[in-house]
């Protein structure tokens, strides 16, 4: 493996990266250096009770450090939840500026607050001098265009955040559309802090690129290309090249045993199938020429017939 290796996030996908998943994925594939969470909901008055913030707590996640993420626009409501944090031993935090997701965006939270940079200022004015935690920001380009992150970014610099992971798409764009690396570019050229870069590195083919054209890059993001790809880290920090038929019986290992922890904490099968489902929109990658097993995949309305297929699909 080279002497220099990059720093790794396994990137928060609401719904499929929480403590269950990160831990079997850590279990089974390497590479990743640690893991942001899905950002923790937003509650008006609460000490944050260990039921509610399950996903985080220390003894569910055994695999790589993780990040917890906040989606808090209200300072108070902030501080709390970044306290209880630090008294769990988290040191890092995360706050989340690039969820695009419209139901989200509409209340001027995650990348529908990009529009509104003094607001943004006014609550890390507010918060920060209250917490005993390291803070970041995960964020986009902008929500409506790119001027938007290209005008708060300077302002930024006078807060002494830890780095800002930039996801190099609009909210508006969802997770549809091209990337734009060169709207990275500019973005390094107006904070002093370190830049993350995130979305779409799929293969190692494009992170090479995006690392070549951005060698003072230190820490890279990485969320569906991982799905899709499990050995996609391994491969990026030049672990050495599985055979088809080994990387077969890794994946075979890792949704085996994942499946197996979905039935033993999930609640009942159509909880267990509607999980599985999510994760095949990007597994199937990995299997090429395969693509329509995912249709049966999708089909299947029983855990039988669903294994059925995963059988199918694995002796193909």
Wanted: glycine share 6%; with cysteine.
């Amino acid at each position: 493996m080279p002497d220099s290796q990059p720093f790794l996030y396994l990137a928060p996908i609401r719904g499929l990266t929480d403590a269950l998943f990160r831990d079997t994925l850590h279990d089974h594939f390497k590479g990743f250096d640690a893991a942001v969470t899905p950002f923790i909901n937003p509650q008006r008055k609460t000490l944050y009770e260990d039921a509610m913030i399950r996903d985080v707590l220390p003894r569910y996640n055994k695999g790589w450090p993780i990040v917890p993420q906040l989606l808090h626009t209200d300072p108070e409501a902030f501080v709390v939840l970044a306290n209880r944090l630090a008294g769990l031993g988290y040191t890092h935090i995360n706050w989340n500026l690039g969820c695009p997701a419209p139901m989200v965006a509409r209340k001027k939270r995650g990348s529908g607050l990009l529009p509104y940079p003094e607001m943004i200022l006014e609550i890390l004015d507010q918060v920060l001098p209250q917490l005993d935690i390291k803070l970041s920001i995960k964020t986009r380009l902008g929500y409506q265009n790119r001027s938007e992150l290209a005008v708060l970014l300077p302002q930024l610099d006078q807060f002494p955040l830890k780095e800002i992971i930039i996801h190099t798409r609009l909210g508006k764009q969802l997770y549809k559309g091209n990337t734009d690396p060169d709207g990275f570019a500019v973005c390094q050229k107006l904070s002093r802090h370190p830049l993350v870069y995130n979305g779409d590195i799929t293969d190692l083919a494009t992170f090479d690129l995006l690392a070549a054209r951005f060698p003072t890059v230190d820490s890279w993001m990485i969320g569906r290309g991982a799905l899709g790809n499990p050995f996609l880290a391994e491969e990026i920090k030049g672990f050495p090249t599985d055979s088809p038929e080994h990387r077969k019986r890794r994946l075979y290992a890792f949704h085996l045993d994942l499946f197996t922890r979905y039935q033993q904490r999930l609640s009942g099968p159509s909880h267990i199938l509607g999980r599985v489902k999510q994760l095949w929109a990007y597994l199937i990658i990995s299997f090429p020429g395969q693509e329509k097993f995912q249709k049966k995949i999708l089909k299947s309305e029983s855990i039988e017939a669903y294994l059925q297929v995963i059988e199918q699909l694995f002796t193909a």
